[in-house]
């Protein structure tokens, strides 16, 4: 499937040739394809929609930019300053702490990476809807182009709340104001809902890492979901319509959760949208180097020493069932985790020996043969990783130790960086538990516990002693199983905002530990400031409220 999505990515390049003309006439030049010619066959349509996909390896990953900025600014992920590793000119601190500021450097890169995938699909309807002869496939071109530039927007509504909407090519960004949050939002839904008779109802191979149907529907569900938050009006009803669209689709959960996460993971049933990547041919996925310690080196064999970075406090490590069943062999102890998704994190003394997958069955858990223990090099410590953090800040030798190391996607060996494994940013399991909750908050709960309990059991190995009654099917549960189910995926933030506006409670504002003070709640931490570089370039746009 993957070579597929490799083929779009190479043959992307060709466009830069398209537009080029012959200067003489009478001379077929076969190696140049005028624009009017172009967008004929499939492998050409791949081929030039294919930069608007390109830019999404931006979107999915990334160490300055959209990913960061939701999970670090959420309770499940933070990135301390060790010494002067990760210091950073203290974004990593404002993301945690919520004191950013206009000026924050993480804000205009997490931008630019948005408004370049909007630029690009508003570059590609412009090229595709002024050729004559227009394309056979014109109707179903712009479907898929609009439907991913109204994911690109839904980034841009989500982080940064009032945008700029820039129609076509020829638009000077710098010359279009913001749009109100709730205006995009409706954008957003009108072009979702319009393209959808153009887009594929297919979900195979054919369409991986591709917009679809399937797509569409899981995005507006969760743009429902969400919608009280954007918009000031509830949409449950609309959000579990289109979740039931999803579950009639072809999904299927997958028998081992890991598999969706897997340098592997281009055969998974359950993912509905992917951005893939690739070691040799689409870099840029480095997950394992932003979360490993330095000495993660021989357990996972990679080529090169990772960053000792991304992390998870003991307060959201604390959502997961840790209970496991222990074998013994020789002079080792291996544990096996009952909720599989605990084995995502990495804490406790770490080893030598290869880590095997998946990351939740037979790991290693203790020895009495010390020389397979492994050490950080420069303190001498034991490589044990705590999940407590004393502050946020320390040079202290046990503080490069402090924090859950998250190996959901799983590292590969032979790798330093630039994974195999594609990034899920739609999956099954989210719908089904967005659909859970909208019927909770309705009070129209007919499948929601059934939708629940098929989640569970998937985690627990088939294990139904571990299903709710209905009497668990509440919404506190369901965001800790949100947390247990979706960590690390781009959701949490939007999780805690939408329960902190629907109930007046301090889920994304609360003080937490280390040093996080309470936000005042007044909402403006909700999104973040318009980039001071941004309002620099185009003076019409004028900043998020609370900010100056």
């Not at 959420?74 to 000026?103: C, F, Q, Y």
């Not at 503080?399 to 590292?411: D, Q, S, T, V």
Request: charge should be negative; hydrophobic fraction near 40%; charged fraction near 15%.
């Amino acid at each position: 499937m993957k070579k597929i999505h490799k083929y779009i990515r190479v043959a992307g390049a060709l466009l830069m040739i398209a537009g080029v003309s012959c200067t003489k006439l009478d001379q077929k030049l076969y190696s140049v394809v005028p624009q009017s010619e172009f967008w004929q066959t499939p492998a050409q349509i791949a081929a030039g929609v294919a930069p608007a996909y390109a830019q999404l390896t931006n979107i999915a990953w990334g160490n300055n930019n959209v990913f960061p900025m939701q999970e670090s600014s959420s309770d499940e992920m933070i990135v301390p300053s060790r010494g002067n590793d990760w210091a950073d000119a203290g974004h990593w601190d404002a993301l945690w702490k919520h004191t950013w500021a206009p000026t924050g450097n993480f804000l205009d890169p997490a931008w630019q990476d948005i408004f370049n995938g909007i630029s690009k699909c508003n570059f590609i309807l412009s090229t595709v809807n002024s050729l004559s002869p227009v394309p056979a496939s014109l109707a179903s071109i712009n479907a898929e182009v609009k439907t991913l530039r109204a994911f690109y927007y839904f980034q841009a509504m989500d982080l940064f709340g009032n945008v700029p909407l820039t129609g076509g090519a020829n638009v000077n960004p710098d010359s279009v104001t913001n749009s109100s949050r709730k205006d995009v939002f409706n954008f957003i839904e009108s072009e979702l809902k319009a393209s959808l008779p153009g887009l594929s109802s297919t979900g195979d191979n054919t369409t991986y890492g591709k917009v679809t149907k399937y797509f569409s529907y899981a995005l507006l569900a969760r743009m429902y979901l969400n919608a009280q938050v954007y918009t000031g009006t509830v949409r449950w009803t609309d959000c579990m319509l289109y979740c039931d669209s999803v579950l009639a689709g072809p999904y299927k959960l997958m028998t081992n959760y890991f598999d969706n996460f897997s340098p592997n993971n281009d055969g998974s049933t359950e993912n509905i949208f992917v951005v893939p990547f690739d070691h040799t041919n689409i870099g840029g996925m480095s997950w394992e180097m932003f979360t490993l310690h330095y000495q993660s080196v021989p357990a996972f064999g990679l080529t090169s020493t990772p960053y000792n970075g991304f992390s998870s406090t003991s307060d959201f490590y604390n959502n997961f069932d840790t209970s496991s069943t222990y074998t013994t062999t020789g002079a080792n102890t291996y544990r096996t985790f009952k909720d599989m998704r605990a084995g995502q994190y990495l804490v406790g003394q770490q080893f030598t020996t290869p880590f095997t997958y998946p990351q939740n069955q037979n790991v290693l858990f203790s020895t009495t043969n010390t020389s397979i223990e492994a050490v950080d090099q420069q303190t001498g410590l034991l490589l044990a990783f705590n999940p407590t953090f004393p502050a946020f800040s320390s040079g202290a030798g046990s503080f490069r130790l402090c924090g859950a190391r998250n190996i959901k996607y799983f590292p590969q060996s032979g790798t330093a960086g630039n994974q195999n494994n594609d990034m899920a940013l739609l999956r099954l399991s989210e719908v089904m538990l967005t659909k859970a909750e909208a019927e909770l908050r309705a009070g129209q709960v007919t499948d929601a516990l059934q939708l629940v309990n098929q989640v569970r059991e998937r985690a627990y190995s088939g294990d139904v002693s571990h299903d709710w009654t209905s009497g668990q099917l509440t919404l506190p549960n369901l965001l800790a199983e949100r947390a247990r189910e979706l960590a690390w995926e781009m959701v949490r933030r939007q999780d805690l905002i939408r329960y902190e506006v629907a109930s007046g409670m301090p889920y994304f504002s609360a003080a937490r530990s280390p040093e996080k003070l309470q936000d005042v709640m007044d909402g403006h931490l909700y999104i973040f400031p318009i980039p001071s570089l941004e309002i620099t370039a185009n003076a019409k746009l004028v900043q998020n409220p609370g900010y100056h």
